[in-house]
């Protein structure tokens, strides 16, 4: 993949890293859309369609509520993507590529979770900052303080986008020297345990009424009808 | 005084949009909010008064980033009433404290924790089956209400000011929230049922085989309930396949 395209994904990386708290919040940053944008510049939408789809899903249940700060999995959705298209076909199915590139690019994220972190705490000093101006009488310059906080979070968003890809590339090539024989019957399997994991998740952290039976109804009705 | 106008509207509005870039533990949304006022603040009061009008708002406020728009509609009058020197009904930093935590409850339930869920629960049934429009239906279903309650939400916060409480409990976001939930579920039956179902006929299996995703589904949720991460999970998953493939 070219110099270019890496710095194609950094920008959907920082629009769409900015999109999740700092800017809009139009929801650009979830992985369903995130995913799909990088693939389709870079060349193949589906890839990153179903890399996008697999991690939406997994992780549909994570709230950001409050001062918890949930995973990156806008940066894990970005990065996987730019990693399965660098590795091209590898040897693999499409969905064994897709599968292996999320295996790399989820536990790699946990990054973003430090440097959202770190950009919030960045944040603060800006408020140590408004007082001091206050204080000075210079009460014009306290608003546009507020715009350096794009920069924080932006930082933070092309820092945990250059620890998946960097680190990320370094991975996938050892492990696609590894991987076993039959990898692509694991992989199979794992494209339903995301899924399955992510609804469990769902239906576990909400608490909804009837949950389990409007679950096994529809289920069950939705079985007989496909 | 310079009376509220489209101009000033529009400037309000596309900064809200930025109220969460110096999101920071200690204030969290203040120096947003304050950002967002500014156009509005700069035509109610005279130069010699915004200082003292600047640090008034410079304390703790957190709120829903959607339901801010009605808040900072409201909050804008009161500040437009207070230069006016109109008496007061209730103090700007009383209605903030007393309104901001209910509406970021109201707002992280209904559209963090129902209507997001759906949405990509829908998007994904197109995404599922390759069609790029999964992304943009997801995208359609959340924003429509999202920018309605950013728009529509300023202009009756200014116009109502502290009223405005009154029109979002109509909304009843709580029990929207519920129902929405509830769709939710029924959304992942099919979308499982769809995915493994699949699978299974690929693999030739009849499809009563996939009726124990119900237990191990409930299994899984006991496990995250117990706080045992998804990823956890996924990657325990894994090491189980490559130990049973290894020795198939």
């Known amino acids: 993949m070219s110099a270019g395209a890496y710095l194609t994904a950094a920008v959907v990386s920082l629009w769409c890293g900015l999109d999740r708290t700092a800017v809009g919040q139009f929801m650009v940053c979830r992985p369903i859309v995130a995913a799909p944008l990088t693939g389709w510049l870079l060349g193949d939408p589906l890839v990153g369609l179903k890399i996008g789809a697999l991690l939406e899903l997994l992780w549909v249940g994570r709230l950001p509520i409050g001062a918890a700060i949930p995973p990156d999995d806008t940066q894990v959705a970005v990065g996987s993507t730019v990693l399965a298209l660098a590795a091209g076909n590898a040897g693999l199915t499409t969905d064994s590529l897709v599968v292996l590139s999320l295996l790399v690019g989820l536990p790699l994220g946990k990054a973003g979770e430090y440097f959202d972190r770190l950009a919030r705490l960045w944040n603060a000093q800006l408020l140590t900052r408004a007082e001091f101006l206050l204080d000075a009488g210079q009460y014009q310059k306290v608003p546009r303080l507020h715009l350096w906080g794009l920069w924080h979070f932006g930082i933070a968003s092309l820092a945990t986008y250059g620890i998946i890809v960097g680190g990320g590339t370094l991975f996938m090539g050892w492990a696609l020297d590894h991987l076993p024989d039959r990898?692509?019957?694991?992989?199979?399997?794992?494209?339903?345990?995301?899924?399955?994991?992510?609804?469990?998740?769902?239906?576990?952290?909400?608490?909804?009424?009837?949950?389990?039976?409007?679950?096994?109804?529809?289920?069950?009705?939705?079985?007989?009808?496909? | 005084m310079s009376r509220w106008n489209r101009k000033n509207f529009i400037l309000v509005l596309l900064r809200t949009f930025m109220l969460q870039a110096s999101w920071n533990f200690e204030q969290m949304q203040s120096l947003g909010l304050l950002f967002a006022m500014v156009p509005a603040?700069?035509?109610?009061?005279?130069?010699?008064?915004?200082?003292?009008?600047?640090?008034?708002?410079?304390?703790?406020?957190?709120?829903?980033?959607?339901?801010?728009?009605?808040?900072?509609?409201?909050?804008?009058?009161?500040?437009?009433?207070?230069?006016?020197?109109?008496?007061?009904?209730?103090?700007?930093?009383?209605?903030?404290?007393?309104?901001?935590?209910?509406?970021?409850?109201?707002?992280?339930?209904?559209?963090?924790?129902?209507?997001?869920?759906?949405?990509?629960?829908?998007?994904?049934l197109l995404a599922f089956?390759?069609?790029?429009?999964?992304p943009v239906l997801f995208l359609f279903l959340f924003n429509v209400p999202h920018l309605w309650l950013r728009i529509v939400g300023l202009r009756r916060g200014y116009d109502r000011g502290f009223r405005v409480v009154e029109n979002i409990q109509r909304c009843r976001f709580p029990d929207l929230s519920m129902?929405?939930?509830?769709?939710?579920?029924?959304?992942?039956?099919?979308?499982?049922?769809?995915?493994?179902?699949?699978?299974?006929?690929?693999?030739g299996w009849a499809s009563m085989w996939a009726l124990p995703v119900i237990p191990l589904t409930l299994l899984l949720g006991f496990l995250v309930q117990k706080r045992i991460s998804p990823l956890v999970l996924l990657f325990l998953m894994f090491l189980a396949l490559l130990t049973w493939f290894h020795w198939n």
């Open chain 2, 41 to 124: 603040l700069r035509r109610f009061y005279p130069e010699d008064q915004l200082l003292a009008v600047y640090r008034r708002h410079l304390v703790y406020f957190n709120t829903h980033p959607y339901l801010a728009s009605p808040l900072l509609g409201a909050v804008l009058k009161l500040e437009r009433q207070a230069a006016e020197g109109a008496p007061e009904e209730i103090g700007i930093h009383e209605f903030k404290s007393a309104v901001a935590a209910p509406c970021a409850a109201m707002g992280d339930g209904f559209f963090w924790g129902a209507l997001r869920p759906v949405a990509s629960a829908t998007g994904l």
């Open chain 1, 183 to 226: 990898f692509d019957a694991i992989a199979a399997w794992l494209w339903l345990a995301f899924p399955l994991i992510g609804i469990s998740a769902t239906l576990g952290i909400f608490r909804i009424s009837r949950s389990l039976l409007l679950f096994s109804c529809s289920f069950v009705i939705a079985l007989l009808v496909f």
């Open chain 2, 179 to 203: 129902r929405l939930k509830q769709l939710l579920v029924v959304l992942l039956g099919i979308l499982a049922a769809w995915l493994i179902g699949d699978r299974f006929q690929g693999l």
């Open chain 2, 129 to 134: 089956r390759g069609s790029l429009w999964g």
